[in-house]
């Protein structure tokens, strides 16, 4: 029963055959003629590469302050370099300089504005490799223009800044220079501290034993291989070396030898104090002029390299007229199944 009635309904709409023609050719010409009266805005295309030379990054913690962030590791450095570069492609300062650029190719860019400029942009990326900058405008022409300007602009701004950040690179070198400076000197501050300490300590033994009493060989070797082995290589230290006691000298004479090495190393310890406050301010000038210098550069790192992906911008091809009139007309034909239905089966309702 229900395939004869299926069968029926098929009959009855293919008596309607005028009707389906007169809608398959009406919607592909309303499509068509909407089309055109309306035309979808054409889109060009251009593409740049975006590559990140991870042999040249270096302390990336020090980029923290500057981006405001906690420290990071080297794949979240090569992310936020990429968000700015992002953040340049797109930003006012870019769409301002191409539409100067755009004003002094065509009139038509001159109704323009540096806001409705930025809503016909389109950035596309992933990560390092290929980005896609696209343009919409209602001709090919305007849109191959547009982003043709785009990216010169774009590509010469950020090699602009690339070439920037090379101070940034070189500031980079001196921090770690100071960094390595201001460590050695903790180290022989420590080293001296534990010197004092040991010294003392023998200074100590000494003077609880016979002043009179004479050290024997070994003992005498002892301390002056401690000196010896925290002595530095200059004038004072060579001086205080070759001056301690004879052999079988009472310890009243290496008692005052110490106190000669204890005063030399007093005297160093408060020369590398004064040193070391110098190379903290020193230092904290560097790191001021870094980040001034990154702020100059926009973050970007001369890590990273730039160039043209390809010579020409490309249009991106849209459906020709007899696709969009094709799509159409099945549009219209499904719209009319559905009422011719709906109608039907109102029709035997109520019979």
Do not use: C
């Not at 229900?2 to 010409?29: C, D, H, M, Y």
């Not at 700015?84 to 109704?111: C, G, M, P, V």
């Not at 002056?224 to 001056?243: T, V």
């Amino acid at each position: 029963m229900n395939e004869w009635k299926l069968r029926e309904k098929l009959v009855q709409f293919t008596k309607t055959w005028p009707i389906l023609i007169a809608v398959f050719l009406g919607s592909g010409l309303i499509a068509w003629g909407t089309v055109h009266l309306f035309p979808p805005l054409q889109q060009a295309t251009a593409d740049l590469f975006i590559g990140i030379d991870i042999t040249r990054v270096n302390d990336v913690s020090s980029l923290a302050t500057y981006a405001e962030t906690e420290p990071f590791n080297v794949d979240d450095y090569k992310h936020w370099q990429l968000s700015q570069i992002n953040a340049i492609a797109t930003s006012e300062r870019i769409a301002n300089l191409t539409l100067e650029k755009l004003r002094d190719l065509d009139y038509y860019w001159e109704d323009v504005s540096v806001a409705e400029f930025q809503e016909l942009q389109d950035l596309f990326w992933y990560d390092v490799g290929i980005w896609r900058l696209q343009i919409q405008a209602p001709e090919n022409e305007y849109a191959l223009q547009g982003v043709q300007a785009w990216r010169e602009i774009l590509l010469q701004d950020l090699s602009r800044l690339i070439r920037e950040s090379e101070d940034v690179l070189e500031f980079e070198g001196r921090m770690r220079a100071s960094n390595i400076t201001m460590s050695q000197l903790e180290i022989r501050v420590i080293e001296m501290e534990i010197l004092t300490a040991e010294v003392a300590a023998v200074r100590v033994e000494l003077e609880s034993a016979d002043s009179e009493q004479g050290m024997d060989d070994s003992t005498r070797m002892d301390l002056w291989l401690l000196i010896a082995g925290a002595a530095e290589d200059d004038a004072l230290w060579e001086q205080l070396l070759d001056e301690i006691p004879e052999k079988n000298q009472p310890y009243l004479a290496y008692i005052l030898w110490i106190d000669q090495v204890l005063v030399a190393v007093d005297s160093e310890l408060e020369s590398h104090q004064a040193i070391m406050e110098e190379l903290v301010r020193g230092h904290e000038l560097l790191t001021e002029d870094y980040l001034r210098e990154i702020k100059e550069a926009h973050g970007l790192s001369a890590s990273l390299y730039i160039e043209e992906e390809g010579t020409q911008p490309k249009i991106i091809e849209t459906y020709p007229d007899t696709q969009i009139a094709f799509l159409g007309s099945l549009v219209g034909l499904l719209i009319y199944i559905i009422i011719w239905v709906m109608f039907s089966e109102r029709q035997r309702e109520n019979s």
